[in-house]
């Protein structure tokens, strides 16, 4: 484990320095523990793909005390490889003005659109982090048969629910939102709600599996997400 200050507030665990799912499991194992550890003065964590954000009071604690307490816990917690998180359904409706990509992804891969629905769909994918937006999921293991460069020109505005893929990612927009991912389908669910605090579906270190569904279920759902 590194440790780094990160201004006067903040400690940067590190536990590697490569994309990959031992290492991210480690990360949220660690979280999961200084989480639930009611440790003085730890006011909030961010965990990312290989290093842990840890802010604290300066009032109540300082960066000696913090590194010490997570170099501890480094030390004294072989599970830190143990964890993992929830499976998390999401329902998708692919192609059509839901996914107006969908057709240049099967191009480029030299598939077809129901070949790319497939391959999108028959893998469950880590959730490494969240950020970017509330809730926007940045997902490990896709199949690089459908990996494909972003769009030259982001886009303005892209709907909320809207499931894309960004190079050799995948992702999900929880909110409207600009951004430059293909688009190939869009979920119903309403993954991101700041006017009454709605819990997320899912956290950093959960796994999702995408769930293709027809245009009548989507519109189902839809509304039963209105009534909530």
Request: proline share 7%; with cysteine; charged share 25%.
């Amino acid at each position: 484990m590194r440790i780094k200050a990160v201004g006067d507030r903040a400690v940067l665990a590190e536990l590697g320095d490569s994309i990959n799912e031992s290492v991210n499991r480690r990360v949220m194992e660690l979280n999961k523990i200084v989480r639930s550890s009611e440790q003085e003065g730890i006011m909030e964590t961010v965990p990312a793909f290989c290093s842990l954000l840890v802010y604290y009071d300066p009032l109540v604690t300082d960066f000696s005390k913090v590194s010490r307490f997570l170099w501890n816990l480094s030390v004294s917690a072989p599970e830190l490889r143990e964890h993992s998180g929830a499976l998390v359904e999401i329902p998708v409706c692919y192609g059509g003005s839901f996914g107006p990509d969908l057709a240049f992804v099967a191009k480029h891969g030299n598939l077809k659109e129901e070949e790319v629905i497939r391959i999108h769909s028959g893998r469950d994918y880590r959730i490494y982090m969240l950020g970017f937006l509330p809730g926007f999921p940045y997902l490990g293991g896709m199949d690089e048969r459908i990996a494909t460069p972003r769009l030259n020109v982001p886009r303005t505005l892209i709907p909320a629910g809207s499931v894309g893929i960004g190079g050799e990612q995948t992702g999900i927009y929880p909110m409207d939102s600009p951004g430059g991912w293909q688009l190939i389908g869009r979920t119903p669910l309403r993954l991101f709600d700041p006017q009454n605090g709605q819990k997320r579906l899912y956290e950093a270190g959960d796994t999702i599996r995408f769930v293709p569904i027809s245009l009548r279920e989507f519109e189902k759902i839809s509304r039963t997400q209105e009534k909530r």
